[in-house]
């Protein structure tokens, strides 16, 4: 296995109006991303993300039951099985976040891992469900009404190029899980996101590359662009990144467009990093007790 690996993201603007129905934007945003993930296979990716629920609009700016209709079950679902093709035809990792339902009506915000011989590694589940307002129209992220917390914990897959870990958006505010994800091997973490500027734009590039350095590894940030009518609430602000284990911006997207990035894993800097600043053997575990006990 190489040492060098190639990581593509994946950022779009969604080309359907919020109150078209939900099988046209799956399947005009599932065509337009099988382009782009072909686009980033030209490109030389390997292992390759897409953006948070990537098949339609963020519909957590309002709360309406049509949305439930665009949920799967995760592995047996048509979405994860057409990826699983793709994977298979071009020898690709892809980490493919989608809604997922289990059962007759349990829904989480997943992310399907997939090798690059199309077989199904596993899924993680967003553990951190915020529930928020936007403006001041009635909009926010309310994300409470469409998804139940994670219970999978947080696994690393091993690929057939690197062992990846998962963070899905909101999930990147909460330190713990990253560092979860370092101790249990993660070379480089992806994180599909949906989040707009007024929000969350001023700690976009403070708190992933944060993760990086403390954890040792290497972090890919993926942000969709553009507005989503009809709820134009916010600027969802691109500039999807990946950021290496010292905290440098290894490629990063522009603010505004669809586009496909690359950027370039050393595995040897990760070893390099972690034996210089050897956080992981320093760290007090035994001191830390009480964090989970503590009420906020």
Known sequence: MS?????????????????????????????KHIKLVREAKAKSA???????????PYFCSEQNTKWYDAAEEIPNG??????????????????LPIYEREGIATYYNTAAVIDADGSYLGKYRKQHIPHVGVG???YGF??????????????VF?????????????????????????????????????????LSEYLWKLEQPAHAVANGYYLGAINRVGTEGPWNMGEFYGQSY????????????????????IGEMNKKLIREVRDTWQ????????????????LP
């Not at 048509?78 to 980490?95: D, G, N, R, S, W």
């Open 46 to 56: 390997q292992i390759i993300c897409l953006q948070e629920i990537f098949y339609g």
């Open 279 to 294: 956080f992981y053997r320093d760290r007090r575990p035994e001191t830390y007790e009480e964090m989970s006990a503590l």
């Open 136 to 138: 001041n129209k009635g």
């Open 78 to 95: 048509p979405t994860t099985k057409l990826f699983q093709e793709l994977a298979k035809e071009l020898e690709i990792v892809i980490v």
């Open 3 to 31: 040492d060098l690996v190639k990581i593509g993201l994946i950022q779009a603007s969604n080309d359907v109006d919020g109150n078209e129905p939900v099988e046209v934007h799956k399947q005009t945003a599932i065509e």
């Open 158 to 198: 091993d690929t057939a190029f690197a062992k990846v870990g998962v963070y899905i958006c909101y999930d990147r505010h909460f330190p713990e899980g990253a560092r979860i994800l370092g101790l249990k091997g993660a070379e480089v973490i992806l994180n599909p996101s949906a989040t707009v500027a007024g």
């Open 242 to 261: 990946l950021v290496d284990p010292r905290g440098n911006f290894v490629a990063m997207a522009s603010r505004d467009k669809d586009e496909v990035i």
């Open 142 to 155: 309310w994300e409470k009404f469409y998804f139940k917390p994670g219970n999978l914990g947080y696994p």
